[in-house]
């Protein structure tokens, strides 16, 4: 018998059940097993990996005297799973979110590989966000930088000389904020079309909780989208994204209450409708 190593058992997360396990992972899941013959249990839970069995079984890996192969570690999603999990509204599951981070740090410094200090880098501004201990963040931060960490890996990506330098202007990210928000949604460069898809998807990912919505209230986003929509340079997969950027805002109580009366949306999705006749 032979006891696998890390970088086995990190082989062994599927991509895309990780990816997936990101972008619809459960906020209000506490770090504690649910019997699969339970009333709480669903069939879509096995689409996804459960928060109480990854970042157990990655707070161990990265606490291990072997080395981690940290870029692997980003590649397989595990970084992004353990960020996302900050934004849980479970005390355990950040606790242990944290904890992983901390480790992976850690870890990071003693490897080597070509991408390792921008990674040390946006470890730090990380770090340096977080104001109070094990906090919540905001679910569009999360996105944030969950999207940013894969940009970092890959120098030619076509937003990387955006993210570079957005991280090199403040040693520290304000979570009350939308971070590239107004640059990348109205951008005027070449690529504007891409830039602007990115924002879209990161504001719709990053819409998850009523705090969530307050936050793009204070940034005027609903009115800003509505705007967008119509205009001549928004791509149809755009014009996509923000028809699901409102159908998920649907899920917020105060968000549909606010888009109902203050802008209204039922005139404008009418207007949408009759467009398209």
């Not at 470890?123 to 944030?144: D, G, H, Q, V």
């Not at 079309?193 to 005027?220: A, H, I, P, T």
């Amino acid at each position: 018998w032979k006891q696998p190593t890390s970088q086995e058992i990190i082989g062994l997360f599927d991509k895309n059940k990780m990816k997936l396990s990101i972008e619809q992972f459960q906020l209000d899941r506490k770090l504690e097993p649910v019997n699969c013959f339970s009333s709480q249990y669903e069939e879509s839970d096995e689409l996804m990996y459960d928060p109480c069995f990854v970042l157990p079984t990655l707070s161990l890996i990265l606490k291990s005297s072997n080395p981690v192969d940290c870029k692997r570690f980003v590649t397989s999603h595990c970084l992004s799973y353990i960020i996302t999990a900050t934004s849980s509204l479970c005390y355990g599951v950040r606790l242990v979110a944290y904890d992983c981070l901390v480790h992976f740090t850690e870890q990071l410094q003693s490897s080597r590989f070509r991408e390792k200090n921008q990674l040390l880098i946006f470890m730090e501004t990380m770090k340096n966000s977080i104001t109070k201990e094990n906090m919540r963040l905001p679910s569009i931060s999360s996105a944030f930088l969950v999207s940013t960490v894969h940009i970092l890996i890959y120098p030619d990506h076509p937003l990387y000389s955006i993210i570079i330098p957005h991280l090199l202007k403040k040693p520290y990210i304000d979570l009350r904020d939308i971070p590239l928000y107004s640059t990348l949604l109205h951008s005027s460069s070449p690529q504007y079309v891409l830039e602007r898809q990115w924002m879209l998807l990161l504001l719709f990912q990053g819409l998850r909780s009523d705090g969530d919505y307050y936050l793009y209230k204070r940034k005027e986003v609903f009115p800003h989208i509505m705007t967008v929509y119509h205009s001549p340079f928004t791509s149809d997969n755009s014009k996509t994204l923000i028809l699901q950027f409102f159908l998920r805002a649907s899920d917020i109580l105060p968000a549909v209450i606010d888009l109902v009366w203050d802008h209204g949306i039922l005139s404008w999705l009418h207007d949408l409708l009759k467009s398209h006749q």
